[in-house]
């Protein structure tokens, strides 16, 4: 039987990412955002925010959006600082799928911690 839920998240992507030059876009809830989807900086934040809205997600604590999302450009002199001194550099970034927001979607708001574990634990069972 078919996900309600993920149907409508999948026809929202769709929507929000537009037709790919070549081929098909597969969405499939393993689908990471920035990496498979290639949405980073300012235009992963505005996929978010529409998504947010659109499905009325509440994230109590505000959308924790630089542990998901790089910039989008370098900055190159931190990255030469975070090269020679650990100070510098960023925390490493938690890929975020399109399957965390179909979790979201069923509880109706963000909490990252609760939404990150459900998410691992799904990956721990497949």
Same mark, same amino acid.
């Given at each position: @039987?078919a996900?309600?839920?993920w149907q409508?998240?999948e026809?929202?992507?769709r ?6 030059l ?5 969405l499939?809830p ?12 300012m235009?992963?934040?505005e ?7 659109k ?5 109590p604590?505000?959308f ?19 090269i020679l001194s ?10 975020i799928?399109?399957? @965390?927001?179909?979790e979201? @979607? ?13 998410s ?7």
């Open positions: @039987m996900d309600p839920i409508a998240l026809a929202f992507a929507e929000e990412l537009g037709r790919p070549f081929g098909r876009l597969e499939k393993e689908s990471r955002i920035e990496e498979d989807l290639r949405l980073t900086g235009d992963a934040i996929f978010i925010d529409n998504w947010a809205e499905f009325n997600i509440d994230a604590d505000g924790p959006y630089d542990r998901y999302f790089g910039p989008e450009s370098l900055d190159v002199i931190r990255a030469v600082a975070g650990k100070q510098f550099r960023d925390a490493p970034l938690v890929p799928t399109l399957g @965390m927001l179909a979201a @979607m069923r509880r109706g708001k963000w909490n990252t911690a609760e939404i990150e574990a459900a691992t634990h799904k990956r721990e069972i497949k």
